[in-house]
């Protein structure tokens, strides 16, 4: 019986394993060094080494939920394909002209990034399509086969197609995906009609030339971690999740695996939803803090926030994705000097290969895992449960480098590098909130990766959010979201017309259409649902506007006049003004499919039966606000639900080290959740 879920996040510094046992509800963890130059070896250690732990048969694993950052690094790195792209006749220079904006303003010497496509390798085809969808000029059969022999004198790996108005109509895509298959049939093209056919040609071309750019890279990875599963006796479906925190099978995103650009920080934050419903908990701010960097994003209403103007390197991504800002602010973040002398703390990482210098692994710079160490937040016996040893005195000659330039010692030069990363990520998450109306001192903080219940305190502190929840395994919480994540696709179709010009049956149509779409898409993933949840919403602008925002469509009120409704008071809550006289205009209509899958409850702890604090098992001396203070330290495993821990206090578990600091104190709920409250807030 194949009764067990596995999930697994793949990060840059440390491989996440995460089994729901869905029999029992039990959920065992386990984490493993990342292996970079070979990801899916780090995947089939930990597996085994989990599978052995618990004594269970891989054989016993069914549906296999990957997250993975390889796709995103390939692109922030450059190191994907080599990629050609086919235009109509007269847009060779699209990536160039781009939006004509430049990265910073402020900046004179600014310069757009080099794109991933050369202008050698952009290609112009005959054939033209109206805004309306109607065949102008038809691309005729034959018309590339010149330029296929310079296509292949380019040993080019992968085409992108994107041709003016395809959103529209796709008939000469697909005509030119013709001619490159009969000239060489294993060729992987992408049709930005087929993965995203929204107006904008810009942004459309960018996500066919993401997909075609990683495509041969994610189809090869996919296949050694499918041969390689099935040696250790595991003969289960694969999925991966995808960048708006659902999962797709593995064979769809080997296809178009643009969609899981955002696949891993995507799966923390379904995870972190997941458990703030076990503390009653709707609006949070979800925290990721890796080895390398921090993610942030909002959850609302109990649900992750999404945003279609995701940026991926230096390219803008407009398919929806949970919204997630990152900041280079981890625990394997290099502290350093500028030109002027001052200190600077990322977003350069150690990385897993050699590490921080603590590890032993060859680190020479200092990292903010070493600063940990220096103030005695870490357990050098006992990091990741001991299989790790950390190294005091590397991580202190380290620090002295720093420390020496500041003329402090050590310790105050350890936590002068806390507080620059701590500074570092609220100067992020600050704008972040203020954007979308938010006041941190009506949310939570939900603190999780492998530094985030360690940093938790401080980013709380200096941001004035008065509560913290730590997940019961937070260092492997993006494994949990990749393993409870449903199934999610998104579709769109493009109008670009005025409301009034719109008749209700086209409205119905429309959405009949994209819901035939996506019944298909969920029907080929062939995975178990619960349940099949709809929800459609519409781009809408004032006439004459250059952006639109999107509203929410209830039920079956999908009309002209629903969308009227909706938009107005939408447009008044985000700008606290609207005018209900002025015509409107729908750009786009949207369909989002989920099937609900099976998802266990976090097991409940024993009650220690009153409030008050456990016995420590230890104490030790860490370096809190420019003094060594007496804390005590807690094994979480011990933890009965009820009680109180008074700060400054460590608690250790096998994946993460929570410090809690002299302001606040932490109750253990029903669920094992750890709250942490700041002392006197209400």
Same mark, same amino acid.
């Given at each position: 019986?194949?009764?067990?879920?596995?999930?697994?996040?793949?990060?840059? &510094?440390?491989?996440?394993?995460?089994?729901?046992?869905?029999?029992?509800?039990?959920?065992?963890?386990?984490?493993?060094?990342?292996?970079?130059?070979?990801?899916?070896?780090?995947?089939?250690?930990?597996?085994?080494?989990?599978?052995?732990?618990?004594?269970?048969?891989?054989?016993?694993?069914?549906?296999?939920?990957?997250?993975?950052?390889?796709?995103?690094?390939?692109?922030?790195?450059?190191?994907?394909?080599?990629?050609?792209?086919?235009?109509?006749?007269?847009?060779?220079?699209?990536?160039?002209?781009?939006?004509?904006?430049?990265?910073?303003?402020?900046?004179?010497?600014?310069?757009?990034?080099?794109?991933?496509?050369?202008?050698?390798?952009?290609?112009?085809?005959?054939?033209?399509?109206?805004?309306?969808?109607?065949?102008?000029?038809?691309?005729?059969?034959?018309?590339?086969?010149?330029?296929?022999?310079?296509?292949?004198?380019?040993?080019?790996?992968?085409?992108?197609?994107?041709?003016?108005?395809?959103?529209?109509?796709?008939?000469?895509?697909?005509?030119?995906?013709?001619?490159?298959?009969?000239?060489?049939?294993?060729?992987?093209?992408?049709?930005?009609?087929?993965?995203?056919?929204?107006?904008?040609?810009?942004?459309?071309?960018?996500?066919?030339?993401?997909?075609?750019?990683?495509?041969?890279?994610?189809?090869?990875?996919?296949?050694?971690?499918?041969?390689?599963?099935?040696?250790?006796?595991?003969?289960?479906?694969?999925?991966?999740?995808?960048?708006?925190?659902?999962?797709?099978?593995?064979?769809?995103?080997?296809?178009?695996?643009?969609?899981?650009?955002?696949?891993?920080?995507?799966?923390?934050?379904?995870?972190?939803?997941?458990?703030?419903?076990?503390?009653?908990?709707?609006?949070?701010?979800?925290?990721?803090?890796?080895?390398?960097?921090?993610?942030?994003?909002?959850?609302?209403?109990?649900?992750?926030?999404?945003?279609?103007?995701?940026?991926?390197?230096?390219?803008?991504?407009?398919?929806?994705?949970?919204?997630?800002?990152?900041?280079?602010?981890?625990?394997?973040?290099?502290?350093?000097?500028?030109?002027?002398?001052?200190?600077?703390?990322?977003?350069?990482?150690?990385?897993?290969?050699?590490?921080?210098?603590?590890?032993?692994?060859?680190?020479?710079?200092?990292?903010?895992?070493?600063?940990?160490?220096?103030?005695?937040?870490?357990?050098?016996?006992?990091?990741?449960?001991?299989?790790?040893?950390?190294?005091?005195?590397?991580?202190?000659?380290?620090?002295?480098?720093?420390?020496?330039?500041?003329?402090?010692?050590?310790?105050?030069?350890?936590?002068?590098?806390?507080?620059?990363?701590?500074?570092?990520?609220?100067?992020?998450?600050?704008?972040?909130?203020?954007?979308?109306?938010?006041?941190?001192?009506?949310?939570?903080?939900?603190?999780?990766?492998?530094?985030?219940?360690?940093?938790?305190?401080?980013?709380?502190?200096?941001?004035?959010?008065?509560?913290?929840?730590?997940?019961?395994?937070?260092?492997?919480?993006?494994?949990?979201?990749?393993?409870?994540?449903?199934?999610?696709?998104?579709?769109?179709? &493009?109008?670009?017309?005025?409301?009034?010009?719109?008749?209700?049956?086209?409205?119905?149509?429309?959405?009949?259409?994209?819901?035939?779409?996506?019944?298909?898409?969920?029907?080929?993933?062939?995975?178990?649902?619960?349940?099949?949840?709809?929800?459609?919403?519409?781009?809408?602008?004032?006439?004459?506007?250059?952006?639109?925002?999107?509203?929410?469509?209830?039920?079956?009120?999908?009309? &002209?006049?629903?969308?009227?409704?909706?938009?107005?008071?939408?447009?008044?809550?985000?700008?606290?003004?609207?005018?209900?006289?002025?015509?409107?205009?729908?750009?786009?209509?949207?369909?989002?499919?989920?099937?609900?899958?099976?998802?266990?409850?976090?097991?409940?702890?024993?009650?220690?039966?009153?409030?008050?604090?456990?016995?420590?098992?230890?104490?030790?001396?860490?370096?809190?606000?420019?003094?060594?203070?007496?804390?005590?330290?807690?094994?979480?495993?011990?933890?009965?639900?009820?009680?109180?821990?008074?700060?400054?206090?460590?608690?250790?578990?096998?994946?993460?080290?929570?410090?809690? &600091?002299?302001?606040?104190?932490?109750?253990?709920?029903?669920?094992?959740?750890?709250?942490?409250?700041?002392?006197?807030?209400?």
């Amino acid at each position: 019986m194949k009764s067990c879920k596995l999930g697994v996040d793949v990060g840059g &510094t440390f491989t996440d394993i995460n089994l729901l046992d869905l029999a029992t509800a039990e959920i065992h963890n386990h984490k493993v060094p990342s292996t970079p130059s070979a990801p899916s070896l780090a995947v089939i250690q930990g597996v085994g080494e989990l599978m052995e732990r618990i004594n269970v048969s891989p054989s016993a694993i069914g549906d296999f939920v990957h997250g993975t950052t390889i796709a995103l690094n390939s692109v922030i790195q450059r190191t994907g394909a080599k990629v050609a792209l086919v235009v109509s006749e007269g847009n060779r220079d699209i990536l160039e002209i781009a939006r004509l904006g430049k990265p910073n303003i402020f900046d004179l010497h600014s310069t757009l990034p080099d794109p991933l496509v050369p202008r050698s390798l952009v290609f112009e085809t005959e054939g033209r399509i109206t805004p309306d969808g109607e065949i102008e000029d038809q691309t005729p059969a034959g018309l590339m086969a010149s330029q296929l022999v310079d296509l292949a004198a380019s040993d080019v790996e992968s085409v992108a197609v994107c041709l003016l108005h395809a959103y529209a109509n796709p008939t000469n895509e697909r005509m030119v995906e013709e001619q490159l298959a009969l000239f060489n049939p294993d060729l992987p093209i992408s049709l930005s009609s087929r993965l995203w056919p929204e107006i904008r040609e810009y942004e459309r071309a960018s996500v066919s030339i993401l997909n075609a750019y990683v495509q041969p890279l994610m189809k090869r990875y996919l296949e050694a971690l499918g041969a390689d599963i099935s040696q250790l006796g595991m003969m289960s479906k694969i999925y991966l999740t995808r960048s708006n925190g659902g999962v797709m099978a593995a064979e769809a995103a080997a296809r178009n695996p643009v969609h899981t650009l955002l696949s891993g920080p995507a799966a923390g934050v379904v995870g972190a939803a997941y458990v703030s419903e076990f503390a009653q908990v709707e609006e949070a701010i979800a925290l990721d803090i890796g080895g390398t960097s921090a993610e942030v994003s909002v959850i609302r209403g109990g649900e992750p926030s999404h945003s279609t103007e995701a940026e991926v390197g230096d390219f803008p991504c407009i398919l929806p994705s949970v919204d997630v800002f990152s900041v280079g602010a981890g625990g394997g973040s290099i502290a350093w000097f500028d030109e002027f002398g001052m200190l600077k703390v990322g977003p350069q990482s150690a990385g897993a290969e050699p590490g921080p210098a603590c590890y032993g692994q060859g680190g020479e710079d200092p990292t903010v895992t070493d600063a940990y160490l220096t103030c005695g937040f870490l357990n050098p016996d006992n990091f990741i449960g001991g299989a790790l040893k950390l190294h005091a005195d590397r991580a202190q000659t380290a620090i002295e480098g720093i420390a020496g330039n500041l003329g402090l010692n050590n310790e105050d030069a350890a936590e002068a590098v806390i507080r620059i990363a701590t500074s570092n990520m609220s100067t992020a998450l600050l704008p972040l909130l203020t954007k979308r109306g938010i006041d941190p001192r009506d949310f939570t903080l939900i603190a999780y990766g492998g530094a985030g219940a360690t940093h938790g305190c401080f980013l709380a502190d200096e941001t004035n959010i008065p509560k913290i929840i730590v997940p019961p395994s937070p260092g492997t919480l993006c494994a949990l979201g990749a393993a409870v994540a449903d199934l999610k696709s998104d579709h769109i179709r &493009t109008f670009r017309r005025p409301l009034n010009d719109v008749d209700d049956i086209e409205i119905a149509e429309t959405f009949d259409d994209l819901e035939k779409e996506a019944s298909v898409w969920l029907e080929d993933q062939s995975s178990k649902v619960e349940s099949i949840e709809v929800l459609r919403s519409a781009d809408v602008r004032y006439v004459g506007q250059a952006f639109d925002i999107e509203v929410q469509l209830d039920g079956d009120e999908n009309t &002209t006049a629903a969308i009227a409704d909706q938009f107005h008071p939408t447009y008044e809550m985000l700008y606290k003004r609207s005018d209900p006289n002025q015509p409107a205009e729908l750009i786009n209509l949207r369909l989002r499919i989920i099937g609900k899958t099976p998802k266990p409850k976090l097991p409940e702890l024993p009650s220690s039966g009153d409030a008050t604090a456990p016995e420590p098992v230890s104490t030790r001396r860490i370096y809190l606000g420019g003094e060594w203070r007496e804390a005590a330290i807690f094994d979480r495993a011990d933890l009965r639900a009820g009680q109180n821990i008074p700060g400054p206090a460590i608690i250790e578990q096998f994946d993460t080290t929570t410090v809690v &600091t002299s302001d606040y104190s932490a109750e253990v709920s029903a669920h094992g959740l750890l709250i942490l409250t700041k002392k006197g807030a209400s």
